[in-house]
């Protein structure tokens, strides 16, 4: 059976899509069957892994009209597949509100997968809405990025709330997978107190890997690639292959 990981974090720009892009490419490259489910109508996972945004999207596959085969696209990697978004899915946030069990839909959209993957990872839009939801439901843990800055703690608290409601009422079995830091910048004082007060109070939920900030990883998605196939040296490629491995080390 394989383990479905869900990236969340309210806030945009803070490295959810680079890092589920980039995690899983090195967990394929690792040999693991991995699918990354863009859950974001915005697509940025979808054409960050050179795929166009055409339908059918997951939006279809939500919806029951079209079947799994034809909604899964290969990438540039082997073992690397993904579950398209388009602009679709911000219609299907709003269609999903007054439907029962709204917050199940991907979960029962994902649930014939699971034994096909090692690995699904599912990159959620910057809100705690219907479609986060969704994801966490769908979800056995949550990996949350986290931007060295001080708003980030603020957003960390109301973030862990919400998974809290989840673990009590729509899913009991989600576990926090842990946090990790992005586009740390190490010349500045509030990245170095950020990580140091984060891993102080949620201590071994931190991944010890830290992400830096690198221009690569930004350049990257231009060219519908993930870091390893689009320069596999810099520091920001060397950086997401250790958080990876950390991922498969916690199992
Ligand atoms: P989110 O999905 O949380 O909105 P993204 O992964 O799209 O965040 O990242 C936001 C922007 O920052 C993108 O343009 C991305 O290319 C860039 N970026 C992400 N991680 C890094 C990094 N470590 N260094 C430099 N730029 C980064
Ligand atoms: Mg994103």
């Known amino acids: ?111 014939p997968l699971q034994s096909t993957y090692d690995y699904i990872l599912i990159d959620c839009p910057p809100s705690l809405g219907i479609l986060t939801l969704n994801g966490l439901v ?22 862990l709330q919400t998974v809290k409601r989840v673990q009590k009422t729509l899913n009991p079995e989600l576990e926090i997978g842990g946090i990790f830091f992005t586009m740390y910048d190490s010349r500045t004082r509030l990245a170095q107190d950020v990580v140091h007060q984060v891993t102080s109070y949620f201590k071994d939920r931190v991944f ?13 998605p231009s060219h519908g690639l993930p870091i390893c196939k689009y320069d596999a040296l810099c520091v920001g490629a060397r950086s997401y292959e250790k958080l990876a491995k950390e991922v498969l080390e916690r199992g």
């Open 208 to 220: 010890r890997t830290i992400i830096p900030r690198n221009v690569r990883l930004s350049e990257a």
């Open 1 to 111: 059976m394989g383990k479905t990981f869900v990236f969340v974090n309210q806030k945009g720009g803070v490295g959810k899509t680079t890092s589920a892009i980039n995690i899983g490419a090195y967990l394929a490259l690792e040999g693991k069957k991995t699918l990354l489910v863009d859950f974001d109508s915005q697509g940025n996972m979808t054409s960050g892994v050179g795929v166009d945004r055409e339908k059918p999207t997951v939006y279809d596959l939500m919806a029951g009209t079209s079947p799994a085969a034809e909604v899964i696209r290969e990438s540039a990697i082997p073992g690397l597949s993904v579950i398209p978004a388009s602009i679709d899915l911000s219609g299907a946030a709003i269609e999903l509100v007054d439907q029962e069990e709204r917050e199940y839909f991907l979960k029962k959209a994902l649930a």
């Open 138 to 159: 769908a979800a056995d843990a949550v990996l949350i990025p986290l931007q060295c800055e001080y708003f980030a703690l603020e957003g960390l608290t109301l973030l």
